[in-house]
């Protein structure tokens, strides 16, 4: 038949896919027959047993013929699934899943992903790999947006499956950034009725490698510590097979106080013959140049009440003391018959302004203690967990006693966490402890502030032999100094927990 087939006959048969090699033209003593592109024009009949036979026998122009021989094929039905697909997990960038596709050529198979105009987008697979060849299953693992559910569907020509929608399990949670501290942080978790008993915090440096993590559980709430100040880390947490999304967080730094060890000098403003206001470094103000710039060459126009010393717990330190001073000639009060100084003030050192002159009614106020007409504190981001210092006290009043106060605001000028004590009278440096405690949810810091005084109540500033001591009580006041109690400050320290 094809020897002596015409060309409209042979076209046909082409069409139909069959390739034939030495049957047309001129004919040759070895022949071809390839149905493999036959197979896809056999049509699948539903209900039918789909088997296709073709019967062929090869004759000689005389009498001679081979046996006929049989070739079978069974069609299967063109089929498009998807199969296996798994969890798909919060912040998630890549869906996995498998495919059974029983036509010749995986490469025609198209992906699409719905987006929020409610319109498909054809979407580039990461990876496709066979599972098995046998079965016709490939595996695919296509890009998808990081958090939301994802719907998407695969097609090949006339045949596109189901849109299949994928949904996250997520557990709700967040870090509250007023929670981070320097060395600990929180989880609270967020769904309806679900309690942090049971759960599982993990940490990471960098969002891929997740390490177990202990967690102080109450309420919703995962409490934990033990982290690195300023530091960049990646939490989430799980709970009954339900995982969190990735809580990403930087905990504040462990910031010091300027020159907190005292180490650095102090300078004098002004002339050392007149007066010697010593003024500290980094912000620490001192009532020194109220009483030191009344001019004249007397020891109590020129004496600060707060000066460097080497008598310290560690290299330097600073001795603020209650001092006596006058005002140019006028160094006595009561118009100058009772041979004692015309003021008297308590030491000061403190993060803030320094006082240059007197305020009026100073001596009435509550106490004189206070700096309420000072700048206080300074610009300051951390959150510290206490902070100590060491000192020692000499009182001339035994009953006098040394003050220290610490507090630190928000950016809204609330004071969000506060400690002050008094100070005995100690003949060695002792380290004290403040503990500073903030409310759950407790603002950031803008402004802290530390402040020391050598006198804590107004009634040991009184003008007597038990609360000063200087020539001026019984000896050449002109040229003395009058000195109360005595405070020695040294390394003030912010510890971060």
Known sequence: DFATAGAATLAKLRELGLQFHGLEGKLTQMALLDFSNVISHIAYVEGGDNVTEIN??????????????????????????????????????ELTFDVSYNGANFDNVKFEVRNERNTWDAVKPVSIAPVSRAASVYRVVLPVAADGNVVFRVSCGSLTTEAITVSRNILGAEINENDVYARRAAVNLTDAGVVADGAQLFLSPDGVSFTPTAATVSGTTLSFDGLTPGTSYVARVEKDGVRSKKLSFTTEAST??????????????????????????????????????????????????????????????????????GSGNTAMGNGGSSGKTKYTDTGLLH????????????????????????????????????????????????????????????????????????????????????????????SKAAKIYVKFLSTYDRSFLEKSDANFSGPGFGGNWGKGTYVGSELYIDDVVLNYN
């Open 56 to 93: 062929f026998v090869a004759k000689d122009k005389v009498t001679k013929a081979s046996e006929p021989a049989s070739l079978k094929v069974a069609i299967e039905k063109l089929a498009l699934d998807i199969v296996n697909i798994e969890t798909l997990e919060p912040d998630q960038t």
């Open 351 to 442: 993060l803030g302004g320094t006082r240059t002159t007197r305020p009026d009614g100073y001596d009435n106020r509550e106490g004189a203690l206070t700096t309420d007409d000072l700048e206080c504190g300074i610009e300051f981001a951390s959150r510290p967990a206490s902070v100590s210092f060491w000192y020692k006290y000499s009182a001339k009043n035994s009953s006098d006693k040394g003050y220290a106060e610490v507090w630190v605001k928000d950016a809204s000028g609330n004071t969000i966490s506060g400690n002050v004590v008094n100070l005995d009278a100690v003949g060695t440096y002792t380290q004290i402890f403040l503990p500073l405690t903030y409310a759950e949810g407790a």
């Open 256 to 325: 010091q106080l300027p020159n907190g060890n005292m180490e650095k000098d102090a300078t004098i403003n002004g002339s050392a013959s007149n007066w010697q206001n010593y003024v500290f470094a980094d912000g620490w103000g001192t009532n020194n140049a109220m009483t030191t710039s009344q001019g004249g060459d007397f020891a109590y126009t020129r004496i600060s009440g707060t000066i460097p010393t080497n008598d310290a717990h560690d290299g330097k330190a600073v001795l603020v003391r209650t001092v006596g001073w």
